[in-house]
T-cell receptor, first 114, second 109 residues
Framework: GENVEQHPSTLSVQEGDSAVIKCTYS??????FPWYKQELGKRPQLIID?????GEKKDQRIAVTLNKTAKHFSLHITETQPEDSAVYFC?????????????FGPGTRLSVLP | EPEVTQTPSHQVTQMGQEVILRCVPISNHLYFYWYRQILGQKVEFLVS????????KSEIFDDQFSVERPDGSNFTLKIRSTKLEDSAMYFCAAGAEQYFGPGTRLTVT
């Protein structure tokens, strides 16, 4: 089955700097890759996603890149702010239809220091 | 963003008891998911539900678990004969992009 690894497990950056979180997946059939932000004690929230027919997607300060050949995808946050501090989870899923098994990475705890 | 609500927010039960966790998506969705998250660990997929049927389930989702959509709106997760290790946050998600509910914290004592 699919296995998703995520690095680093913890990341501290100064406010205004960029943060990069990387994930690798094992199943080449995976074709949808969402990223979730989970603040302490709250639900995971979808912040950005990318499908396998796209190499990069950007939404304001957040971007995601996908390298299908290498089977890895990354989350990039620019101009980090203290409110970006949270645990970030990547996930991978496959299938033509939704309702497929989403496999989550172990998470990255991001701390943005003022 | 469509809203998903879950009840109860916190459930305490004794080992061996049965619990039912409820999820109510505000918008009309076809896809539903249940996840669990043990404290401090990653989100784990349990089951997906489409068109009133289980679409896929993980190895965690054994005979102890069942899902239903009894009245066309509520989506429930039943856990029979709870064990201590079932203590976790249980999240429902709805829609293709999986909008998560606020979760139910289950504590088995």
């Amino acid at each position: 089955g699919e296995n998703v690894e995520q690095h680093p497990s913890t990341l501290s950056v100064q406010e205004g700097d960029s943060a990069v979180i990387k994930c690798t997946y094992s199943d080449s059939a995976s074709n949808y890759f969402p990223w979730y932000k989970q603040e302490l004690g709250k639900r995971p929230q979808l912040i950005i996603d990318i499908r396998s027919n796209v190499g990069e997607k950007k939404d304001q300060r957040i971007a995601v890149t996908l390298n299908k050949t290498a089977k890895h995808f990354s989350l990039h946050i620019t101009e980090t702010q203290p409110e970006d501090s949270a645990v970030y989870f990547c996930a991978a899923s496959f299938g033509d239809n939704y309702g497929q098994n989403f496999v989550f990475g172990p998470g990255t705890r991001l701390s943005v220091l003022p | 963003e469509p809203e998903v609500t879950q009840t109860p927010s916190h459930q305490v039960t004794q080992m061996g008891q049965e619990v039912i966790l409820r999820c109510v998506p505000i918008s009309n969705h076809l896809y539903f998911y249940w996840y669990r998250q043990i404290l401090g660990q990653k989100v784990e997929f349990l089951v997906s539900f489409y068109n009133n049927e289980i679409s896929e389930k993980s190895e965690i989702f054994d005979d102890q678990f069942s899902v239903e959509r009894p009245d066309g709106s509520n989506f429930t997760l039943k856990i029979r004969s709870t064990k201590l290790e079932d203590s976790a946050m249980y999240f429902c998600a709805a829609g293709a992009e999986q909008y998560f509910g606020p979760g139910t914290r289950l504590t088995v004592t």
